[in-house]
């Protein structure tokens, strides 16, 4: 017994020595070559949640090599769920563990906030990011679902909220939440949306909240303020009016995106919805949905969009090496290759006009497939995240407004 | 007649949705009006990460230790709770069932401190004895009740007989608990291969099982891709299984193979 105690011990103590050794990375004094130097030789350690063989592909097949050949640094893809990579950082924290295993972190919204709230991220460090420098607006990317982003993350992608719907049964897809109304009253028992707990779902609620309660323009950039009464009633008397006519009367709603697919899927619904205005492409090609998918989006109240980022946490062992995945990954070669149907098909969040004409062309004349709307659409319809604290509220009063009765 | 219906009851029951699942890993997802179509997609997304086949062999070396340990702990316990009486004897066997009713994301959260400063988090073996959290309750409640089938006459006769207690267990105790070993090392072993947050939170994704790369893919309606990482999930146990029954052979030599043939 003593003897387990003392090795215990010993261990304890050894896990403290490697703690202390952890070398601080102080920015101001390093020009992009130091970093880049040092860089060259390590591995980062991508934490990514892993459930798209597209976006895997994407990762191994292409960036990881080219990564390899731009800065030396090779590039592992750790699959793990994004709730778990932040509580394993809050924990660590706790902990007092400078010496992580984590060196890039792909997220946004919820899990942005509460890792910058937390102090769980390594920054501000996109000032010394080359690319990020001369092809991103950085106004663009000031808020991130209403937290200030303050150089703690960096654009890798942007998706847009689009609705998909089977062009064999439905002729004229909707434009306004009023025509969606009256299709579904129509159509009695072909639409549905996800739980509002669910990711997407909650997304469908706020475009009703945008388009019924207030006028976007109101909230943009601005912090959470609870709705008027009457606004609030507005949002949750369409949803109600609509309910008897959704899948199975709305007695019981799907619980995730997976469940609403598979319902279309199916055949069971005519519509379904997400973010990634691309994400149909994949699923069309596997023969998951039907071959004649198309999708559309709402001219008004709009579709909202987002951006996801990169950031690095405190305890990156190899804060070098992520900013120069970073780099990489942001420039115009990776994010056109990323917006190829053939791995993943999101949208980049690089500003066009800073790009050279021969780049432009590029992304400009890229064929998305047939299930995606063109640019124009998109971009005229495009409404930013609003305040990440309307998620929440949405969420609690939803189930007892909408779901309970 | 009681024959028939338990291979009807076999044949619903087992048969067919493994064979339904084995279809669907090589077809297009099944869709009314829409005829089927052979993919090989779902195999090749399953071996499309390189790491597939050495996660597999993590979560069978994890899975194996798991068992190891449960049996070597779970024996004296349970032989002390069935043979022998103590006070308190009923709470204490309360206890050791509790953290089956703790949630799994508290015990994680609490064990990954611990886990941080013994400097085992993010290794093999942190995974490996948070994986007894889940799987030494059962391990125990099996145990258990195997011992409660041997008769004590039948221990105090060994010993009248001056066997010695490695003696007495090997040649009494262990052929008449090789049932209750079966089931227990198949319990545990499906238990440790099945973890997803115990071992994304130890492990830190540093211990790549195949519930790591596996359980992503489940977010989705793609059930082509998640027939195929079904079966193949499912070798994992069917290995674990093969070599536990070898080396029980080795350890426990003839009087097993006799047993066996009686069970």
Redesign the interface.
């Known amino acids: 017994m003593k003897k387990i105690f003392v090795l215990?011990v010993a261990?304890?103590l050894?896990?403290c020595n490697?703690q202390s050794e952890q070398e601080e990375v102080d920015l101001s004094s390093l020009s992009w070559d130091d970093i880049t130097e040092t860089a060259s030789g390590e591995t980062v350690?991508l934490?990514m949640?892993?459930?798209?063989?597209g976006i895997?592909?994407y990762i191994?097949d292409y960036a990881a090599p080219a990564l390899k050949e731009a800065y030396g640094v090779t590039l592992e893809r750790?699959?793990?769920?994004t709730n778990?990579?932040i509580?394993?950082l809050e924990?660590?924290k706790?902990?007092n563990?400078d010496e992580g295993?984590?060196d890039l972190i792909w997220m946004n919204g919820e899990n942005f906030k509460r890792a910058k709230e937390g102090e769980l991220l390594f920054g501000p460090f996109t000032e010394e990011i080359p690319s990020y420098q001369e092809f991103y607006q950085a106004d663009d990317y000031a808020y991130d679902f209403g937290t200030a982003t303050e150089g703690y993350e960096a654009p890798w992608g942007k998706v847009q909220f689009v609705f998909n719907y089977d062009a064999a049964r439905i002729d004229n897809p909707p434009s306004t939440l009023d025509e969606l109304e009256s299709w579904v009253k129509e159509n009695p028992g072909k639409f549905t949306y996800p739980e509002a707990s669910d990711f997407t779902g909650n997304a469908f609620v706020r475009h009703v909240m945008l388009g019924e309660a207030v006028e976007a323009e109101e909230l943009l950039g601005e912090p959470y303020a609870p709705l008027e009464e009457e606004q609030a009633a507005a949002m949750w008397d369409y949803l109600n009016g609509i309910e008897p006519d959704l899948w199975r009367s709305g007695e019981t709603y799907p619980s995730?995106l997976?469940?609403l697919?598979?319902l279309?899927?199916?055949?069971e619904v005519w519509m379904t919805m997400g973010y990634n205005e691309a994400r149909a492409e994949s699923?069309v090609r596997?023969?998951?949905f039907?071959e004649t998918t198309e999708s559309f989006v709402l001219e008004d109240p709009g579709s909202i969009g987002n951006t996801h980022f990169l950031s690095i946490p405190y305890n990156s062992p190899n804060k070098e090496a992520a900013m120069a995945a970073i780099d990489f990954l942001l420039s115009p070669e990776a994010q056109l290759e990323k917006l190829k149907p053939d791995y993943w098909g999101e949208s980049s969040p690089i500003d066009i006009g800073s790009l050279s004409e021969e780049e432009r062309a590029g992304f400009e004349e890229l064929d998305r497939g047939n299930t995606v709307l063109d640019a124009e659409v998109l971009a005229e319809s495009y409404l930013p995240e609003i305040d990440a604290g309307y998620v929440e509220w949405i969420e609690s009063e939803w189930r007892n407004e909408v779901a309970a009765d | 007649m009681k024959k028939k219906l338990f291979y009807i009851s076999c044949l619903i029951f087992f048969i067919v949705p493994v064979l339904l699942m084995l279809i669907k890993s090589v077809t297009t997802p099944w869709r009314s009006g829409v005829d089927l179509d052979w993919t090989s997609r779902g195999w090749e997304v399953v071996f499309q990460d390189s790491r597939v086949i050495e996660s597999m062999w993590t979560t069978l070396l994890i899975a194996l230790a798991v068992a190891l340990i449960n049996l070597l702990a779970g024996v004296p316990i349970a032989k002390a709770l069935s043979h022998r009486s103590f006070p308190l004897k009923n709470t204490l066997e309360v206890i050791l069932l509790l953290p089956l009713f703790l949630p799994i994301m508290a015990a994680a959260m609490g064990l990954h401190i611990t886990m941080i400063r013994m400097g085992l988090a993010n290794t093999w073996l942190g995974v490996t004895i948070v994986h007894l959290v889940p799987t030494i309750p059962y391990t125990i409640k099996v145990l258990k009740a195997g011992y409660d089938r041997i008769p004590q006459d039948m221990l105090s006769q060994g010993r009248m007989l001056k066997a010695g207690v490695w003696q007495a267990f090997r040649t009494i105790e262990l052929p008449l608990l090789i049932p209750s070993i079966r089931s227990s090392i198949f319990l545990a072993v499906t238990i440790s291969a099945g973890q997803y947050v115990l071992t994304a939170i130890i492990g830190g994704g540093t211990v790549l099982t195949m519930p790591m790369i596996y359980y992503p893919f489940l977010q989705s309606a793609d059930d082509t891709v998640m027939a195929a990482f079904s079966i193949a999930f499912v070798l994992i146990p069917a290995a674990a299984i093969i070599i536990a029954e070898a080396a029980a052979m080795l350890v426990a030599g003839r009087s097993f193979m006799k047993r066996r043939g009686e069970v």
């Open positions: 215990l261990i304890m050894a896990g490697a350690r934490y949640w892993g459930g798209d063989p895997n592909s191994d750790v699959p793990l769920d778990e990579i509580q394993k924990t660590e706790r902990a563990q295993t984590i995730s997976e469940e697919d598979r279309y899927s199916q055949g699923l596997d023969g998951i039907p």
